[in-house]
C-alpha cells in the first residue's frame, strides 16, 4: 500500500479508544511469553484506601509511575506508613496512558543520564521481586544524516564511560545490519545503545503502587487535591474533595496538572510548564515484524519509532510544536486530543522515509495526548522556593518511565537526607523565575521547546521565542553597540559584539523615501540580535571574542554585569553581622566598605552560594551572585532568615557596569572627582562616588574576572546618563565593549570556578582549592563547618585542576573543541570530566577546568592529593579522540601581551622579520 493510501486510510479512520486492558500504549507482550514466574500487577492490584487519613507525614498529589515510584522508595526508607498518596482518578490512570514504553538510558545530560540509569535499576528490582514490567532490552539505534549528529554522537559515546554504558559508533551498512527496516541511503552512519529498551508504564505503575502499600503507604484514588496550605512558610495541610490532611511534605508529581496544582497552593508555587500536543501513530499487527526489533530514532527526521506486540508504534518531536488548551482550562481527566493529520503530515512523511515498509501497515490509530514541557525543555525537580518541604516533580517532556524511577528515588532522598544524590542545577526547579510561569510566555515558548528533544545540543544554545522580556535601560544602546545576545533566568545579556552596519544620514538622498526608511528602521529595532553558536567546532563569534579579550588585558572594556544577582540585607543592630556569618564559610565581619568573596556551604560543606560581599554601613550588607543563582540563593537565605534581619532581591534596581583593563583607573578618574589611588580607594573595597553627574554612585574596586577595574550599581534612572558618560570618556582610550564569553575567557585563564559550572552542592571548597576562603582558624560556626573539618582531618576524594591541551596535537582550526563534559584520562583510565572550557588567548591553546578523581579498581572515589598529578600522562576526549593535556593545579604565569594569532603562527611571523 502506498504512502497516499496509508494517509487516506488515516484521514478517514475513525477514533478508536483502547479498552481499560490496552490503555498504555507500550509492550503488551505478556509476562508468560518474558517469565514464568512474573505477575502482571494489573491482575493483581492491591485496593485501596476508601478514606482518607486525618494527618500523614507525606503527601504525594498524582499517582503516575513518578509519584508511585516516589511512595515506594520512601516506604523503603521506611517512612510507609507516613505516606500518603492521592490520586484524581485511577493508579496509573493520568499521563502514564500515553506514554510510549521507550526507556533510553543514554541521554545528552549527564544528570537525566544518571536518574535513568536509576530507573532502570528500579525496574529490575521489580522483576527481581516476580512482578512484570514488560521491560524488554531491545537496545536503541540512533540514526544520523548529518556531519553535526554524527558529533553529538561521538560525545555522548565519550561521556558514557563515566557511567560505564556500553555503545558504539556504526556505519550506514552497520545500522542495516542493526534493523534491517531502516532505510540508510542518506544516512552517514548511527549510534547504537544495547542496553535501552522498552517497557511497560501501566504495569510498573501498579507494581510500585503494590508494593507501597505493602509497606504501609495509603493510595487514595478518585482524590482530588483542592489546595495545599501553609504555615509560616512551610506546608501545612492539603485540602482534597474527601476532607483534609494535615502534612508535613508535599510533592508536587501531578504531571501535566502539576502547573494547575501549583496555583492552588498558598502561597502559589510556580511550576513553568505547558502542555503540547504529541502525537503516536499505531499499526495493526505486521506480519514477520521481529519481536527484537530494536527502538529506531531518527532525529534529524525529528522521529522515532519501535515495535509494539507486532505493530508499529511511531511518533516524534516536530520542530515546531502545537500548544494544547491554548485558550482552555485543563481537563479534569485525561483525555485524548483530536487528530490533526496536517500537523503530523511532517512526521508522517519522515517515518514513512525512513521505514518504508511502513507504507503497507494498516493504520490502528492515531493517538494525540498532551505532554508538559518547561520553558527549557529540561525536567522541573526539587522543592518549591515559596514554601518549604513542597517538592515539584514536573515537566518530564514525554520521558515519563524513563525518569520515573530515577525521579522517584531522587525526590526520595531529598526528603530524607536533605539534598539529592548528586546536583542537580539545570533541573532545580530554583532555575526559573516568576516570569517563566508566565501563561502566555508557557505557550509562545512550547512551540519551540519540544523540538529540542530531536535538535542537536550546541554549545551556548538559545530560544527564539520569549525573548527581550527582561532588559537593562542600556539594552538599546548595546544593541546599537553591535551587541548579540544570550539570554540567562530570562535577562538578555550582550555575549559578544559585532561592528554594526554603517548607516548613512541622508539615505532619503539616494532613492529610499523617508516613510520606507522609518519602517525599515522600525523593523530593524525589532529584531532581537541573538548569539548563535551551532558548531562544535571553531564558533563564529571566535574573532570578535579575541578583540574583546585583547581589550580587556592591554586596555579597557566596559562590561554588562546588570543580570548578576544583587541582594541588600539589614537590621536594627548586629543581627544581620551574625546571620550573615553563620551562613558564610568566609569572614563577614570585616570593616565597613569592604569585599570578600565567600561561599555558603550546605551541611555536607557543599556550596549553595559563591557570592562577593560588601559590607555598606555597620549593620548592612550587599551580596553579587552569578546571575543563575538569583532565585537559588534568594531562596536559601530566606530559609534561614531570622526575623530581625531584612531581606529584599535588588537585582532589577541597579544596573550593573564593569569597566575593566590597565587603563580603567585613568577612565575612571575623569568620571570623577574623588582620588581613585590604591590608598583611598583600594582593591576589594566600596564607595559611592558622583559618576559624571549621577550622584552616589555604588562602585566598587574589583571585577569578578581578575582584572583591574570597577562595578558601578547604578540605580536605573542614572544608568543610562553613566552608561553614555562612560563611553564618551572612553573613546580617548578606545574603549570596547565586551561580552560574556570574552569574560568567560578571562576568567578560565586565571582558574577562577564559577558556580553552576564548576562549583555546585556537591563540591566543597576543599575540593576546589578554595580553602583559605574559610574561618576554619577561628571559633565561629557556620553551617558546613564539621564537614570541611572533617576533610581537613580524612582527606578529599576529588580535586579542581586547570588542563591545557597541546595547540600542536589540537588545531583549534580544524580539530572540534572541548566545551564541558568530556571525559579526563590518566595513565589511560577515566578519572574525571571538564566542567567548563575556553579559548586561552594569552596562551594560544585551549584550556579546560574540571574535577579529576582516583578510583580503585572498583570505581570507588579515594583520597586524592597533589601527588596524584605528577608524573603522569593526561588526556581529553574529545568526540573520540584523546588529546594530551598538561594538569595543573594553578594558573600560568600569563604573558602580557595576547597572541591572538596562536603560539605557532606568532613565532613564525617574528622569524620572518
Not at 511512595?71 to 523503603?76: D, F, G, N, R, T
Not at 554524527?150 to 551498512?173: E, Q, T, W
Request: charged share 25%; net charge neutral; with cysteine.
Amino acid at each position: 500500500m502506498g504512502r497516499l493510501n496509508i494517509l487516506q486510510i488515516a484521514k478517514n479512520a475513525p477514533s478508536r479508544r483502547h479498552s481499560k486492558e490496552l490503555r498504555c500504549y507500550s509492550t503488551y507482550i505478556k509476562a508468560a511469553l518474558s517469565r514464568n514466574d512474573l505477575i502482571n500487577a494489573s491482575e493483581n492490584r492491591r485496593p485501596s484506601s476508601k478514606s482518607l487519613p486525618e494527618k500523614a507525614k507525606v503527601v504525594i498529589c498524582g499517582g503516575g509511575a513518578q509519584g508511585a515510584a516516589i511512595a515506594y522508595k520512601l516506604a523503603e526508607y521506611g517512612m510507609g506508613d507516613g505516606v500518603l498518596l492521592l490520586e484524581q482518578g485511577e493508579l496509573g490512570g493520568g499521563t502514564t496512558t500515553h506514554a510510549t514504553g521507550l526507556l533510553g538510558v543514554l541521554k545528552a545530560s549527564s544528570q537525566e543520564t544518571r536518574i535513568s540509569m536509576t530507573s532502570k535499576e528500579l525496574y529490575r528490582q521489580l522483576e527481581e521481586k516476580g512482578w512484570y514490567t514488560g521491560f524488554k532490552e531491545c537496545g536503541s539505534l540512533y540514526v544520523a544524516k548529518t556531519k553535526d549528529r554524527m558529533l553529538l554522537y561521538r560525545r555522548m559515546k565519550a561521556a558514557s564511560v563515566k557511567f560505564g554504558l556500553d555503545c558504539r559508533m556504526l556505519s550506514p551498512n552497520e545500522v542495516k545490519e542493526y534493523c534491517g527496516l531502516v532505510r540508510t541511503d542518506d544516512l552517514i552512519g548511527g549510534l547504537w545503545v544495547p542496553g535501552d529498551g522498552v517497557a511497560n508504564p501501566f504495569e510498573i505503575t501498579l507494581a510500585l503502587g503494590n508494593e507501597a502499600i505493602d509497606r504501609g503507604v495509603t493510595v487514595v484514588e478518585n482524590c482530588q487535591v483542592k489546595k495545599i496550605n501553609s504555615e509560616d512558610g512551610a506546608v501545612k495541610s492539603v485540602e482534597t474533595s474527601l476532607g483534609t490532611v494535615q502534612c508535613e511534605i508535599f510533592v508536587n508529581s501531578a504531571g501535566f496538572w502539576s502547573r494547575r496544582v501549583g496555583e492552588i497552593s498558598d502561597p502559589p508555587v510556580a511550576v513553568p510548564i505547558h502542555p503540547a500536543e504529541h502525537y503516536h501513530l499505531h499499526t495493526k499487527p505486521v506480519p514477520d515484524l521481529p519481536p527484537d526489533t530494536p527502538v529506531v530514532r531518527d532525529p534529524d527526521g525529528f522521529i522515532y519509532f519501535r515495535e509494539n506486540e507486532g505493530r508499529f508504534l511511531a511518533g516524534g518531536f516536530e520542530p515546531k510544536a502545537k500548544p494544547a488548551y491554548q485558550n482552555d482550562d485543563l481537563p479534569n481527566f485525561r483525555r485524548e486530543l483530536e487528530e490533526d493529520w496536517d500537523h503530523f503530515h511532517l512526521l508522517l512523511e519522515n517515518i514513512l522515509h525512513r521505514v518504508p515498509t511502513m507504507k503497507s501497515a494498516l493504520l490502528e490509530k492515531l493517538s494525540n495526548g498532551a505532554e508538559a514541557f518547561s520553558p527549557d525543555g529540561k525536567w522541573v525537580l526539587g522543592q518549591a522556593p515559596e514554601i518549604a518541604n513542597y517538592y515539584v516533580a514536573a515537566g518530564m517532556r514525554s520521558n515519563g518511565i524513563a525518569s520515573a524511577g530515577g525521579v522517584g528515588t531522587l525526590i526520595a532522598d531529598w526528603i530524607v537526607q536533605g539534598r539529592p544524590p548528586f546536583d542537580l542545577y539545570g533541573l532545580d526547579i530554583s532555575r526559573c523565575l516568576p516570569m517563566h510561569n508566565n501563561k502566555r510566555f508557557l505557550r509562545d515558548r512550547v512551540r519551540e521547546v519540544p523540538g529540542l528533544y530531536c535538535g542537536i545540543d550546541f554549545p551556548h544554545s538559545e530560544f527564539n521565542t520569549g525573548r527581550a522580556l527582561r532588559t537593562s535601560p542600556i539594552f538599546p544602546r548595546l544593541k546599537i553597540a553591535g551587541a548579540q545576545f544570550g539570554q540567562v533566568m530570562g535577562y538578555e545579556r550582550p555575549m559578544f559584539f559585532k561592528m554594526a552596519k554603517p548607516q548613512s544620514l541622508d539615505l532619503g538622498m539616494i532613492g529610499l523615501d523617508s516613510q520606507e526608511e522609518a519602517i525599515a528602521s522600525q523593523e530593524e529595532a525589532l529584531k532581537l540580535p541573538i548569539a548563535k553558536t551551532e558548531t562544535f567546532y571553531r564558533p563564529p563569534w571566535f574573532q570578535a571574542a579575541a578583540e574583546e579579550f585583547q581589550a580587556s588585558r592591554e586596555a579597557v572594556t566596559l562590561c554588562d554585569y546588570s543580570s548578576f544577582a544583587k541582594m541588600d540585607l539589614w537590621s536594627a543592630g548586629r543581627e544581620v553581622v551574625d546571620f550573615l556569618q553563620y551562613l558564610c564559610s568566609n569572614d563577614v565581619d570585616i570593616p565597613i566598605g569592604h569585599i570578600v568573596h565567600t561561599g555558603m556551604q550546605n551541611q555536607y560543606g557543599g556550596y549553595e552560594n559563591d557570592c562577593s560581599v560588601a559590607r555598606l554601613a555597620e549593620n548592612r550588607y550587599m551580596l553579587m551572585s552569578p546571575s543563575i543563582q538569583q532565585m537559588r540563593s534568594y531562596t536559601w537565605l530566606k530559609r534561614h532568615l531570622p526575623k530581625e534581619v531584612e531581606l529584599e532581591d535588588v537585582t532589577s534596581l541597579y544596573t550593573a557596569l564593569c569597566v575593566m583593563g590597565p587603563f580603567s583607573r585613568a577612565l575612571v578618574a575623569r568620571l570623577t572627582s574623588t582620588s581613585l589611588d590604591s590608598r583611598t580607594f583600594p582593591f576589594f573595597t566600596a564607595r559611592y562616588l558622583d559618576i559624571a553627574c549621577a550622584p552616589e554612585i555604588l562602585t566598587m574596586n574589583m571585577t569578578h574576572t581578575g582584572e583591574l577595574g570597577y562595578v558601578f550599581y547604578i540605580p536605573n534612572e542614572f544608568a543610562l546618563h553613566v552608561y553614555n558618560a562612560i563611553v564618551e570618556a572612553g573613546k580617548d582610550f578606545s574603549l570596547k565593549h565586551c561580552g560574556y564569553y570574552a569574560m568567560r575567557a578571562v576568567r578560565i585563564e586565571k582558574f577562577y570556578a564559577f558556580w553552576g559550572q564548576d562549583l555546585d552542592s556537591h563540591t566543597t571548597p576543599m575540593e576546589c582549592g578554595r580553602g583559605f576562603r574559610c574561618k576554619m582558624k577561628s571559633d565561629i560556626p557556620f553551617i558546613g563547618r564539621k564537614a570541611l573539618q572533617e576533610q581537613l582531618d580524612k582527606g578529599i576524594q576529588k580535586l579542581f585542576v586547570m588542563l591545557l591541551l597541546d595547540s600542536l596535537d589540537h588545531n583549534t582550526d580544524l580539530d572540534p573543541w572541548p566545551w564541558g563534559g568530556e571525559p579526563i584520562y590518566r595513565n589511560g583510565k577515566y578519572c574525571g570530566t571538564v566542567t567548563t572550557t575556553s579559548y586561552g588567548f594569552s596562551l594560544g591553546k585551549q584550556i579546560c577546568l574540571g574535577f579529576i578523581q582516583n578510583f580503585d579498581d572498583e570505581g570507588n572515589p579515594q583520597k586524592i592529593s597533589s601527588e596524584f598529578i605528577k608524573n603522569c600522562e593526561f588526556e581529553i576526549d574529545i568526540c573520540g579522540v584523546k588529546y594530551p593535556a598538561q594538569c595543573r593545579l594553578n594558573p600560568p604565569i600569563l604573558p602580557k601581551k595576547v597572541m591572538l594569532e596562536g603560539p605557532e603562527a606568532s613565532a613564525l611571523r617574528h622569524q620572518n622579520l
